[in-house]
């Protein structure tokens, strides 16, 4: 049973709105467009509280929609991921573009200790396997 | 060998606030497409002109600078030139400023190290009291 839940993150006074969306027991944010720093490090506070709030067993980052992600936006990505990670709920990070992950590594930015899928369904299954090697660790 | 201008006028974008950081992304995305770059080479470009515009807010003297973009030509090649240039404090030690993980200001040190890898071309110029100024140079392929 899927049910969806959409809580918005954005900034009110740009009219901007990140929706985080529940899938199950699963939360999905999709990060698109071009993201100023007032509103990435708003997204990382609201998804590591919804995390807390929903008692989310895992949270998938889409970031297909992103064109570019420099070191600032990528720390905050890390950051979030660690956060929530905290939590006890997995996260992982789906859909970087082929020329932002080019770009990452060239910058030299560490993002190898993430989890990270192609795209949102493979990361589902990441997500999924990720849960049972928590379940089996206990 | 010389860079000479391929177009008489050049885009210029104050940088004193976070939204001057999207608009510096948007113009230097711009700037690139219009140049031919492919999509890897605007990436680069445009993250590298994210960085450097990120150290005036950082680091310049009341946290504003300038970047202007245009485009140039060397020989048969064209390409996008980006300069970044603030008013001070200057960048008290350039070699150290040049290697990577080195920081003044807590963060990964990445930003000048990081962005001389994504471009063909990269000067950087701190003169104390008369500020710093970086130029960026991305080539078409």
Redesign the interface.
């Known amino acids: 049973m899927s049910h969806f839940d959409r809580v918005p993150a954005g900034s009110p006074g740009t009219g901007e709105i990140i929706p985080i969306m529940r899938i199950g027991d699963t939360l999905l944010v999709a990060l698109q467009g ?5 509103t990435v490090v708003r997204i990382e506070e609201q998804l590591t509280m919804e995390v807390a709030r929903t008692h989310a067993k895992g949270t998938l980052i889409d970031v297909s929609g992103l ?6 936006i990528a ?1 905050v990505i890390a950051r979030v991921v660690a956060m929530v990670r905290l939590l006890g709920s997995p996260a992982v990070v789906v859909g970087i ?4 992950a ?2 990452l590594v ?5 993002m190898g200790h993430l989890d990270t899928a192609l795209n949102a369904e493979q990361g589902m299954a990441l997500l999924r396997r990720l849960r049972a090697d928590g379940n089996r660790a206990r | 060998m010389a860079i000479e201008l391929a177009e008489p006028t050049a885009v210029v974008v104050a940088v004193a606030s976070e939204a001057d950081l999207v608009h510096a992304r948007q113009t230097l995305r711009a700037e690139a497409v219009r140049a031919g770059l492919g999509l890897v080479d605007q990436t680069k470009l445009i993250t590298a002109g994210s960085e450097l515009a990120r150290n005036i807010l950082t680091y310049a003297t009341g946290s504003r600078g300038e970047l202007r973009v245009e485009q140039v030509r060397s020989r048969e090649r064209v390409g996008v030139r980006a300069t970044f240039s603030d008013e001070g404090p200057g960048i008290e030690d350039l070699d150290a400023a040049m290697t990577d993980g080195f920081s003044t200001s807590g963060s990964l040190g990445l930003g000048l190290p990081g962005s001389k890898r994504l471009v063909d071309e990269m000067t950087v110029s701190s003169a104390g009291a008369s500020g710093t100024t970086v130029v960026i140079v991305k080539w078409r392929r």
């Open positions: 071009e993201l100023d720093d007032t064109g570019v992600v420099d070191s600032f720390r573009q082929p020329a932002v080019v770009t060239e910058l030299g930015v560490p």
